[in-house]
């Protein structure tokens, strides 16, 4: 559609995240202490809390902010008993939801996040009924204008499954979950700074949203991120420009 823009799309999501900077730290500092009591303190023999780690990194957060988590999470300190859970659902025509939580009482988050879909036009579906429109991988976005040969040339060296270029210029590197740290330790050493990356469960097709059903469901990403137990949200949806 005109006005369609990835890029575009992913700038607005990041400027609102940024936004709610503060209470992103308390969802990373969360998952660190989760993934540290789960697999232990070292982030080089723990994954999880290696991807978490990357994420307080990314989000600016001290060291010193993320080793009191790692330390409070391999004691155990606070006694909390977080479980990941995973919630999807529907948004205004048809968008698909995945709603990935973090919680000590399922039946608060549940209600938190049906409530967040149901107010405004979406519903919350039973499990599976949308996680086959994703696929669950590794990825690396770099803005318009960067060296796309470089990227290719690092990334396919490191593992990477593939190099997408969208028509405003915009560089996608894909990788499987489970070589993400080795593409990302790659392109890291090569200079090359991506704008996003992360663990994610990316859109197979994508569901443009404009008019109503646009300031729906932006409304509808937004309660969900503002949800204390909320860790991420990813959706098939995507705005026209002249809606942001």
Same mark, same amino acid.
């Given at each position: 559609?005109? @006005?369609?823009?990835?890029?575009? *799309? /992913? ?7 940024? $936004? ?8 990373? &500092? ?8 789960? @697999? ?5 023999? *723990? ?36 479980? %990941? ?60 204008? %960067? ?6 040339? /690092?990334?396919?060296?490191?593992? $990477? ?27 890291? $050493? $090569?200079?090359? +700074?991506?704008?996003? +990356? ?16 646009? &300031?729906?469901? +932006?409304? /509808? ?22 809606? +942001?």
């Amino acid at each position: 559609m005109a @006005g369609h823009s990835k890029w575009a *799309n /992913i700038q607005h999501r990041k400027g609102r995240q940024d $936004a709610k900077r503060g209470k992103i730290w308390t969802k990373i &500092i969360r998952e660190i202490q989760v993934a540290a009591r789960a @697999g232990g303190p070292d982030p080089n023999a *723990n994954p999880a809390l290696r991807l978490a780690w990357d994420k307080a990194t990314a989000s600016n957060m001290p060291k010193d902010n993320i080793l009191r988590a790692v330390q409070r999470g391999a004691g155990a300190a606070d006694g909390e008993n977080y479980e %990941s859970i995973r919630y999807e659902g529907y948004g205004p025509s048809g968008a698909a939801v995945i709603v990935d939580c973090m919680t000590d009482n399922r039946t608060r988050t549940v209600s938190d996040v049906r409530h967040a879909l149901s107010k405004h036009g979406g519903n919350l579906g039973q499990d599976g009924s949308v996680a086959f429109m994703f696929k669950h991988c590794g990825q690396f976005i770099f803005a318009p204008g %960067s060296n796309e040969d470089k990227i290719m040339e /690092i990334a396919l060296e490191a593992g $990477a499954e593939d190099i997408l270029t969208d028509e405003d210029g915009m560089i996608e590197v894909i990788s499987d979950p489970t070589d993400y740290a080795q593409v990302r330790d790659a392109l890291e $050493a $090569a200079g090359l +700074q991506p704008e996003v +990356q992360a663990i994610i469960m990316k859109p197979l097709n994508e569901t443009v949203l404009e008019g109503d059903d646009a &300031i729906k469901m +932006q409304k /509808i990403l937004d309660m969900l991120e503002g949800l204390d137990d909320v860790q991420e949200v990813h959706t098939t949806a995507v705005f026209d420009e002249s809606e +942001q």
